[in-house]
């Protein structure tokens, strides 16, 4: 079953409201920082203390729900827009059982690959999960997660809340979990940006257990999901060999929660390219509860959801120009 490709059903559009909305969801980071650069060069004057004071309190005021009205509906017009300007579009290979499941009681959490530059094909998700008139309320309750530095930047934390998305960590995902609501993540997150490259489909999996223990600790079902064309979307530089080993980007990565890379798209602007990302979810795959279970038992799940995304990939790749693209799974 596929998704919507927009609103108004049509994609590549290239109005300015649509730059404008995608320049607020990409560009508000910087935004926010050139706005405290800019306090703190003219401080003591009052104008420069009052922005830096307001920019300071946004990091810090708790972001609660329910949201307000009017930050509901710039999330809700960046999607749109976003929908319309790549375009996006969703397919789901059993949404039935997803819905069906979820209506239950029984979480998934929705691993999508691969991350690319920035993990854009989130916003495809929110078109069905907070926007769709039949969706199911339980349904929308799922929630994206994302690095916890995304939420340190005033005015960022507050957008990227209302657009559905959470500060991830094992605390908050499994309080989720237990209470039947389903999760959506990049499982390779920023690890796998430092491994991208653009002769070929790099996915960072073999190394990732946490997420399957967890789903076998509550006993949510696996849900994997390839996004065709997010690695396209921009051109980028990764901080690493000859100016310093792989091991000291590694290092400055975990330390900072993102990947330290140059990236452009559109003008040699954050703006991304439009290029088509089409996501494709596959079928649910079942996991039984266990409280503790073994590495064996993780293991053994951890291949079984890497071997659906490489299915995926490879029913899929042709009809979305991904006919001659190797995917390596480290």
Known sequence: MKGSKGKRGRGGIDSMWNILLITTWLCTAHIALALMAASLYFLPHPLAVGTLASLIALVFLPVRRPFPRWGIAIARAITYAALDYFPMSLEWEDQQSFVEASVKGVPSIIGCEPHGVLPLSIISFADYCYYGAETPSIVKETRALATSTIFYIPLLRQLWSWLGIDPISRAHMRALLERGRSVLMIPGGVAECLRMTPKCETVYLRKRFGFVKMAIQTGAQLVPAYSFGQT??????????PLCSDATTARLSKIIGLAPMAFWGRWGTPMPRQEKIHTV??????????????????AAKLEEFIGAVKDLFERHRGENGYGDVELVVL
């Open 232 to 241: 396209r979307t921009y051109s980028y530089w990764k901080l690493g060999p």
């Open 281 to 298: 979810v596959g079928k649910a795959i079942p996991v039984e509860k266990r409280a503790d279970p073994t590495n064996e038992d993780v």
